[in-house]
């Protein structure tokens, strides 16, 4: 049978690659699955058409247009996981890791268009911060966007993770706006080739969005500028190679890097054996070491324990492994399956030597056990013990990418902490503990060093993600040794392939730039109650001036009694002041709220459905017995949710007879589009 050759997607077509092509190897039994190859791709090409035909296509949708393109992605993936967990067994990998790369990675694309829709704007640009007072009457002012970059993301790939590594780049580069080259690695192309397939055919993505690379790079570095962006996950070796590339450093191309990462768990000094804690840190080491046979740049790879319960931990982790089926991952029974080919299982077997030499020893596994199935990848978990992880250095430096861990002694918290952080660096980090003392000041020791921290206990264990699992809302990365980067953490990484810059203007402009009313902008008082109208009808900018409403010492009395609000400031004259804020008794807050409400609502039913909230409330001015109030009402922005409602945020001002801002809050209601 003739082994299939996988494409690129070149410029919005499939096209083989030519000249010399890599022979892919099935983990399972080493025989073939698939050649690859990009020989003869027009790179710089493929880079021009990135910027003039995918960005300027995705610049002309808005955030939340973006983000619905994204949940279509992920609909598609989901609708076709059967053909990827097919192709998921031959990268050596069980169906409960596939669930981890398939079904996480399409949750990934879910996440991300849902928290985009919920607090992106609907519109093109993205502010960051309040606008910035810059003159004293206000005419000049200043103002941080963010903007969507005008080049390319390039993405390359670790094998591990051949779908979920795509789709969590994908996910916040395309709601940027940006267009992205993906370069998955080549011992699992095939796997993401398929995704990438699937996504084309979901017919949603425009011309030029996104192309696929299924070999090498060839002479793309050198096309790049400083629009362009490359988002890297590997070793730190090849990460190096990349970043200090002439063109990368000449243009200033952004580079962002997920490499190697020599995580640790602690388990704390609470943690006695038979503590619930005690327990859970011995499942959670066993199931880094074994989950994608441990090819995981999250895996724990350094599982430290105070040195009286050492032995302890040897005994519970070994029993644990020892269970541990490894075979076939189609199998049903095979807890753990091959590594993803024979060279990353004799690079592995090559590491835990060296870390013998360095003076660990094996406690729990043999690596030079047969394999279990002829020609496969397949490896024993391995776990090594180092009495003295101050002198043995390797323990801290060398990292076996699969199913091996080494266990290590700390005499105190503290020198737990400088442990930790002598792997210069690490994605991951977790500490097994019910000392809330201890949790404290572990992560005040640590939280330097790493890039994300769990503290699990008996409370929180069962509804716990885990050690090893990034998820979409959280950012994923680390300083030093892992990488210095950051993906994902929900719309930060968005901003990732975003541009901020500072507007100076008036807030008329500013306003027309950002699609948002920005105070001191032009008001447009309408005759038809806003309430009336369609969120399509209104437009930003448009205003209600409601009448004046008199605040009698009767309305504040009957609102203590009816509320059982009676702080002194509202009731107590005397007291009132004698403080020194008040000249006397004052309206309630909530008060002023309420007839605020009452001057402003249109309470026939009608296109505003509900009001969902209010935000940035502040009170400014305080309103005495005797003083009036008044509100405007102002149609700040306004995002489509679905085809039957959508969101409309009112800048909302309550003034007294002297035009004093008495408060101010941006009020949310779900109105008909």
Same mark, same amino acid.
């Given at each position: 049978?003739?082994?299939?050759?996988?494409l690129n997607y070149e410029r919005d077509r499939w096209i083989a690659g030519d000249g010399s092509l890599a022979e892919l190897p099935s983990?399972?039994?080493?025989?073939?699955?698939?050649?690859?190859?990009?020989?003869? +791709?027009?790179?710089?090409?493929?880079?021009?058409?990135?910027?003039?035909?995918?960005?300027?296509?995705?610049?002309?949708?808005?955030?939340?247009?973006?983000?619905?393109?994204?949940?279509?992605?992920?609909?598609?993936?989901?609708?076709?996981?059967?053909?990827?967990?097919?192709?998921?067994?031959?990268?050596?990998?069980?169906?409960?890791?596939?669930?981890?790369?398939?079904?996480?990675?399409?949750?990934?694309?879910?996440?991300?268009?849902? &928290?985009?829709?919920?607090?992106?704007?609907?519109?093109?640009?993205?502010?960051?911060?309040?606008?910035?007072?810059?003159?004293?009457?206000?005419?000049?002012?200043?103002?941080?966007?963010?903007? %969507?970059?005008?080049?390319?993301?390039?993405?390359?790939?670790?094998?591990?993770?051949?779908?979920?590594?795509?789709?969590?780049?994908?996910?916040?580069?395309?709601?940027?706006?940006?267009?992205?080259?993906?370069?998955?690695?080549?011992?699992?192309?095939?796997?993401?080739?398929?995704?990438?397939?699937?996504?084309?055919?979901?017919?949603?993505? %425009?011309?030029?969005?996104?192309?696929?690379?299924?070999?090498?790079?060839?002479?793309?570095?050198?096309?790049?500028?400083?629009?362009?962006?490359?988002?890297?996950?590997?070793?730190?070796?090849?990460?190096?190679?990349?970043?200090?590339?002439?063109?990368?450093?000449?243009?200033?191309?952004?580079?962002?890097? /997920?490499?190697?990462?020599?995580?640790?768990?602690?388990?704390?000094?609470?943690?006695?054996?038979?503590?619930?804690?005690?327990?859970?840190?011995?499942? !959670?080491?066993?199931?880094?070491?074994?989950?994608?046979?441990?090819?995981?740049?999250?895996?724990?790879?350094?599982?430290?324990?105070?040195?009286?319960?050492?032995?302890?931990?040897?005994?519970?982790?070994?029993?644990?492994?020892?269970?541990?089926?490894?075979?076939?991952?189609?199998?049903?029974?095979?807890?753990?399956?091959?590594?993803?080919?024979?060279?990353?299982?004799?690079?592995?077997?090559?590491?835990?030597? *060296? +870390?013998?030499?360095?003076?660990?020893?094996?406690?729990?596994?043999?690596?030079?056990?047969?394999?279990?199935? &002829?020609?496969?990848?397949?490896?024993?978990?391995?776990?090594?013990?180092?009495?003295?992880?101050?002198?043995?250095?390797?323990?801290?430096?060398?990292?076996?990418?699969?199913?091996?861990?080494?266990?290590?002694?700390?005499?105190?918290?503290?020198?737990?902490?400088?442990?930790?952080?002598?792997?210069?660096?690490?994605?991951?980090?977790?500490?097994?503990?019910?000392?809330?003392?201890?949790?404290?000041?572990?992560?005040?020791?640590?939280?330097?060093?790493?890039?994300?921290?769990?503290?699990?206990?008996?409370?929180?264990?069962? /509804?716990?993600?885990?050690?090893?699992?990034?998820?979409?809302?959280?950012?994923?990365?680390g300083p030093g040794r892992a990488g210095g980067g950051e993906e994902m953490g929900g719309m930060r990484g968005v901003k990732h392939y975003?541009?901020?810059?500072?507007?100076?203007?008036?807030?008329?402009?500013?306003?027309?730039?950002?699609?948002?009313?920005?105070?001191?902008?032009?008001?447009?008082?309408?005759?038809?109650?806003?309430?009336?109208?369609?969120?399509?009808?209104?437009?930003?900018?448009?205003?209600?001036?409601?009448?004046?409403?008199?605040?009698?010492?009767?309305?504040? /009395?009957?609102?203590?009694?009816?509320?059982?609000?009676?702080?002194?400031?509202?009731?107590? !004259?005397?007291?009132?002041?004698?403080? %020194?804020?008040?000249?006397?008794?004052?309206?309630?807050?909530?008060?002023?709220?309420?007839?605020?409400?009452? =001057?402003?609502?249109?309470?026939?039913?009608?296109?505003?459905?509900?009001?969902?909230?209010?935000?940035?409330?502040?009170?400014?001015?305080?309103?005495? %017995?005797?003083?009036?109030?008044?509100?405007?009402?102002?149609? $700040?922005?306004?995002?489509?949710?679905?085809?039957? $409602?959508?969101?409309?945020?009112?800048?909302?001002?309550?003034?007294?007879?002297?035009? /004093?801002?008495?408060?101010?809050?941006?009020? =949310?209601?779900?109105? *008909?589009?």
């Amino acid at each position: 049978m003739k082994t299939a050759q996988l494409l690129n997607y070149e410029r919005d077509r499939w096209i083989a690659g030519d000249g010399s092509l890599a022979e892919l190897p099935s983990a399972i039994d080493g025989s073939p699955v698939a050649l690859t190859g990009s020989g003869g +791709l027009d790179f710089g090409g493929m880079l021009a058409h990135a910027r003039e035909v995918g960005g300027p296509a995705l610049r002309r949708m808005t955030f939340h247009e973006r983000a619905r393109m994204v949940k279509a992605l992920g609909l598609a993936i989901m609708a076709r996981k059967e053909e990827l967990y097919e192709l998921n067994y031959l990268t050596g990998c069980t169906r409960k890791d596939g669930w981890i790369d398939i079904e996480g990675g399409a949750g990934t694309l879910f996440s991300f268009s849902s &928290k985009a829709r919920r607090e992106l704007p609907d519109a093109h640009v993205l502010l960051d911060g309040q606008l910035e007072g810059l003159s004293k009457q206000g005419s000049f002012v200043g103002q941080h966007i963010f903007t %969507p970059l005008q080049g390319a993301a390039v993405h390359i790939n670790a094998f591990n993770f051949p779908v979920w590594g795509m789709l969590e780049k994908l996910a916040p580069t395309l709601i940027a706006g940006v267009p992205a080259i993906v370069k998955p690695a080549s011992a699992t192309a095939y796997l993401t080739e398929a995704a990438f397939k699937i996504m084309i055919d979901a017919g949603v993505l %425009p011309p030029g969005s996104v192309q696929l690379i299924v070999g090498s790079v060839g002479d793309l570095f050198e096309h790049l500028t400083g629009q362009d962006v490359v988002s890297f996950t590997g070793s730190a070796h090849t990460a190096s190679k990349l970043k200090s590339h002439p063109t990368v450093m000449r243009e200033s191309v952004r580079f962002v890097a /997920e490499q190697d990462s020599l995580n640790a768990s602690v388990l704390g000094p609470d943690a006695a054996p038979g503590t619930p804690e005690f327990d859970l840190f011995v499942r !959670e080491v066993a199931t880094e070491m074994t989950v994608k046979a441990g090819q995981k740049c999250t895996a724990i790879r350094r599982a430290m324990a105070p040195a009286a319960y050492l032995d302890a931990v040897e005994q519970a982790l070994g029993e644990r492994l020892a269970r541990t089926k490894v075979g076939d991952p189609r199998s049903d029974d095979t807890r753990m399956g091959a590594l993803v080919s024979v060279s990353q299982r004799d690079d592995v077997i090559e590491k835990i030597r *060296q +870390l013998e030499v360095a003076g660990a020893r094996i406690v729990a596994g043999d690596p030079n056990a047969e394999a279990a199935v &002829k020609g496969g990848a397949f490896l024993q978990p391995v776990l090594l013990r180092a009495d003295d992880p101050w002198t043995t250095d390797a323990v801290h430096d060398c990292e076996p990418f699969g199913p091996v861990s080494t266990i290590m002694p700390y005499n105190d918290l503290g020198d737990a902490v400088a442990l930790a952080n002598r792997g210069r660096g690490s994605l991951c980090l977790s500490l097994f503990t019910h000392s809330p003392d201890a949790a404290r000041d572990f992560v005040l020791g640590a939280g330097a060093y790493h890039g994300r921290m769990l503290v699990i206990d008996r409370t929180n264990a069962a /509804e716990s993600t885990g050690h090893g699992s990034p998820l979409p809302v959280l950012t994923h990365g680390g300083p030093g040794r892992a990488g210095g980067g950051e993906e994902m953490g929900g719309m930060r990484g968005v901003k990732h392939y975003m541009q901020r810059t500072a507007i100076q203007s008036s807030p008329a402009i500013i306003a027309a730039i950002t699609s948002q009313y920005m105070p001191g902008a032009p008001k447009h008082e309408v005759e038809v109650h806003p309430f009336r109208r369609k969120m399509s009808e209104l437009a930003i900018g448009d205003t209600l001036k409601t009448a004046s409403r008199t605040v009698a010492i009767a309305d504040i /009395e009957h609102f203590a009694e009816f509320t059982g609000d009676k702080f002194y400031a509202h009731m107590d !004259e005397e007291a009132a002041k004698a403080s %020194p804020i008040f000249e006397g008794r004052v309206a309630h807050g909530y008060l002023i709220l309420s007839f605020a409400a009452g =001057l402003f609502v249109d309470p026939a039913p009608g296109p505003v459905y509900a009001n969902t909230g209010l935000e940035n409330l502040r009170f400014l001015t305080p309103l005495y %017995p005797g003083d009036s109030m008044r509100v405007e009402l102002t149609v $700040k922005s306004k995002s489509i949710r679905d085809e039957e $409602k959508g969101e409309v945020r009112w800048a909302v001002y309550v003034l007294n007879q002297k035009d /004093e801002v008495v408060a101010t809050y941006d009020l =949310l209601t779900m109105n *008909q589009p």
